[in-house]
């Protein structure tokens, strides 16, 4: 029998998709002089999009990876994580060729393979690829906290804490994607699993979408705007 497809989650990422769309039109194209609040948008599109899309990756996870044995799950989602690290490493180069003008040559192609480079606009895939490994890496402990709903909250509420790592003092390239730096655009793994974990959890449990879990989101999201601090 054909489990149903979750509509929800399918709506949700829609919406996310759509907001990010805006959100890169605005930053593309929009005049401040014009449209003075614009940057106003931009900010608060960009502090709910990567958590929501973790959110949403954890929710799917779940039901693709989590509720299968890890035999069958783990060939998945370790083909899903080389997928995204091939992702990131055609946009990268396409960025550093296209953008910063450079030539195709294996001193531009090596630092981006050895992830000692981040272009611009592709350092959300590392970030992706790097949560799939952890979530392949820790695939019995977080299904182990998937099942017990009250000490998984209670694990994610406590990840928080993760938001208090100084990342001007990270300069390493390649555990930016992991904890964060100052030095280029960065979305922090540690940071943003508790969403990938809350994901998890509301989809084993069947939790339903509600006004009280949105209005949660956004009113952490409005006390994270101009902090500095992921959302």
């Known amino acids: ?22 959100c890169h039109t605005l930053q593309f194209f ?36 989590y509720a299968k044995p890890f035999r069958q799950a783990a060939p998945r989602l370790l083909t ?11 946009s990268g180069t396409a960025y550093r060729i296209f953008i910063d003008e450079r030539a195709l040559e ?6 981006i393979l050895l992830l000692n480079d981040m272009p611009g606009w592709s350092e959300f895939l590392s970030s992706f690829t790097y ?37 001007g003092s990270i300069h390493q390239t390649q555990l930016a994607p992991l904890l964060g730096t100052r030095d280029f655009a960065s979305f922090p793994v540690l940071q943003y699993l508790p969403y990938y974990i809350v994901g998890m959890l509301f989809a084993k449990h069947r939790i339903g979408w509600d006004w009280r879990a949105l209005s949660g989101r956004l009113s952490r999201a409005a006390r994270s705007y101009g902090s500095g601090k992921p959302p």
Do not use: H
Not at 3 to 8: A, D, Q, T, W
């Open 1 to 22: 029998m054909t489990k149903k497809r979750e509509r929800g989650i399918d709506i949700f990422k829609g919406l996310l998709v759509i907001g990010m769309v805006y």
């Open 80 to 90: 899903a994580a080389l997928k995204t690290l091939m992702a990131f490493y055609v």
């Open 106 to 111: 294996w001193a531009t192609l090596k630092p």
């Open 131 to 167: 949560l799939m490994m952890i979530g392949l890496a820790l695939f019995v402990p977080l299904r182990w906290l998937a099942e017990r709903k009250r000490i998984g909250f209670a694990v994610a509420g406590l990840l928080l804490a993760a938001t208090y790592i100084p990342y």
């Open 30 to 65: 929009s005049d401040p002089q014009i449209y003075p609040n614009g940057q106003r948008f931009i900010d608060f599109i960009n502090l709910i999009t990567f958590s929501g899309f973790v959110f949403s990756f954890g929710y799917v996870s779940q039901l693709a990876y």
